[in-house]
């Protein structure tokens, strides 16, 4: 509810300024929203206060519950305005439906609950409320504060739910897993692709780049806000300079210790030389093309040859996999964009485009089934 509570603080504030500039109208409405967000006594001394006299309780004279006012007149109206414009740009607007159907989408406990569908969805369903729910929450269209964490968990839960490995462990450890925190949105089947990038492949970039969105962590971030994060850090000399660099330090020793007892795997789907895979093989069944190293015919013959064979293919057909998964939403994606906007060219280069990996996975499955 922090969220909340900072949106109220703001409303409480561009209501004091509408105050000063002789706008009761506009102040009763911004008090009465910040008293839906998060009541506070302060807000409703305000609403009452304005309600007798027309003012707030002291405007001129002294500070509000022992806070001192957002605007003060000795600046001069100029001051006012500057105050104002800040204030209302700090708090882009947003209607209540808005706000509800993303406390909505945070109160869920599990992936269908979020998307909306039944556990017996179709991947069409599923396709078809993905859709529905990413134009409603996209941070560019909806400022209702928690519509970044709302949009992350929409595009998350399609991300797995489409995965159909993914979905059958969801389905069977999902819920488990998550019980001890209900808003950590399932963190052991955390999706592959960012919500973005994913809205990007379905709808091809449709709302414009007005907002950087940057992701650290698994967490969205705006990177055109700018907020007031950074706090002058004291200088207490070196040794406070080391005690800070320590953990990094010990970070940077450990990678390289564990390098060192890290064996090289004993081959590469593609050309790597630093890890001298330079030499290329197939396998004797899929004629799969994987590198090996100079070593390779003197560790691996026979079984153990055999075995490793069906770990490149095991790779390679997950790869295939995941790469048609991809290129057959971002089909479907241009072919939706294209009826949308009943666009006859996007559609005509939608229909011609490709999906090599799902065509060559398809050649796999008749090779493994004759």
């Known amino acids: 509810m922090d969220s909340n509570k900072d949106e109220a603080e703001r409303c409480i504030k561009i209501a004091l300024i509408a105050v000063s500039n002789n706008q009761p109208d506009k102040a009763r409405k911004f008090l009465e929203k910040a008293q839906r967000l998060f009541p506070t006594e302060k807000a409703k001394t305000l609403l009452e206060s304005l309600a007798q006299n027309g003012k707030p309780p002291d405007e001129n004279s002294g500070p509000v519950n022992g806070e001192e006012p957002s605007v003060r007149h000795r600046g001069g109206r100029e001051e006012s305005d500057v105050s104002a ?3 209302a ?7 209540a439906e808005q706000l509800e159907a993303v406390r909505k989408i945070k109160s869920c406990n599990d992936y269908y609950q ?3 569908v039944e556990k017996t969805a179709s991947e069409e369903d599923l396709k078809k409320a993905y859709r529905k729910l990413a134009l409603k929450f996209h941070p560019d269209k909806n400022h209702a504060p928690g519509a970044t964490e709302a949009f ?3 595009g998350n839960a399609y991300a797995v739910l489409s995965n159909a490995e993914k979905r059958r462990q969801y389905d069977q450890y999902g819920e488990q897993r998550t019980q001890p925190g ?5 963190r052991d089947f955390e999706a592959d692709i960012s919500p973005e990038d994913l809205f990007n492949m379905f709808f091809g970039g449709g709302f414009p780049a007005s907002n950087v969105h940057v992701y650290r962590n698994g967490r969205m971030h705006f990177a055109h806000h ?3 994060e950074r706090r002058e850090q004291p200088r207490d000399g070196g040794l406070a300079l080391f005690v ?7 970070l940077i020793i450990v990678s390289a210790l564990s390098q060192l007892l890290i064996t090289q795997p004993p081959y590469s789907l593609s050309y790597h030389p630093s890890a001298g895979h330079i030499h290329k093989r197939h396998t004797s069944r899929l004629k799969v093309p994987f590198y090996v190293n100079d070593r390779f015919s003197d560790e691996f013959s026979g079984i153990m040859l055999k075995q490793l064979e069906r770990s490149v293919e095991e790779d390679y057909i997950s790869n295939l996999r995941n790469n048609c998964w991809k290129e057959k939403q971002q089909k479907e994606g241009l072919i939706y964009r294209s009826r949308y906007f009943n666009d006859p060219a996007l559609f005509q280069r ?3 485009m490709g999906t090599p990996s799902c065509s060559r996975l398809s050649e796999i499955q008749v090779i493994l089934e004759g």
Do not use: C, E, V, W
């Open 182 to 186: 209900r808003h950590r949105h399932h």
């Open 114 to 116: 979020i998307l909306g």
């Open 89 to 95: 740009d700090s708090a882009k607007s947003y209607t």
């Open 226 to 228: 700018n907020r007031q």
């Open 85 to 87: 414009q800040g204030a």
């Open 350 to 352: 939608a229909q011609r």
């Open 152 to 154: 992350k968990a929409i």
């Open 244 to 250: 800070q660099l320590m953990p990094i330090f010990i």
